[in-house]
């Protein structure tokens, strides 16, 4: 079993800057990877930024230059670095983890395990 824990959401103004976190415990090894998703009010749930079979950053069109995904293999953790935000990135956002291993980055299917999420509020 695997837990993913959010945190680092919050109210900001446009232009401002957050950093998420998702914490993973349970059965971390092997081939475990995780990724973002966020989704909107009215809205589907949509890929934010993670990473594919090879390892190569992929990021939503909406998010790049603005928005970096890293990870720390030693924490279990893995991060988005937002930066300016805009009133349309309000959303709830979403940790996502599969231990198979890195596959289609924005496929909800391929991920086994989800976080509560974390709300991020962007003000004009």
């Known amino acids: 079993l695997v837990q993913l824990a959010e945190s680092g959401g919050g109210s900001v103004q446009a232009g401002g800057s957050l950093r998420l976190s998702c914490a993973a415990s349970?059965?971390?090894?092997?081939?475990?990877?995780m990724g973002w998703f966020r989704q909107a009010p009215g809205k589907e749930r949509e890929g934010v930024a993670a990473?594919?079979?090879?390892?190569?950053?992929t990021y939503a069109d909406s998010v790049k230059g603005r928005f970096t995904i890293s990870k720390d293999n030693g924490k279990n953790t893995v991060y988005l670095q937002m930066n300016s935000l805009k009133p349309e990135d309000t959303a709830l956002y979403y940790c996502?983890?599969?231990?198979?291993?890195?596959?289609?980055?924005?496929?909800?299917?391929?991920?086994?395990?989800w976080g509560q999420g974390t709300q991020v509020t962007v003000s004009s």
């Open positions: 349970g059965y971390t090894s092997g081939r475990f990877c």
């Open positions: 990473f594919d079979t090879n390892g190569t950053l």
């Open positions: 996502a983890a599969v231990r198979h291993g890195c596959g289609l980055p924005f496929a909800e299917g391929w991920y086994d395990y």
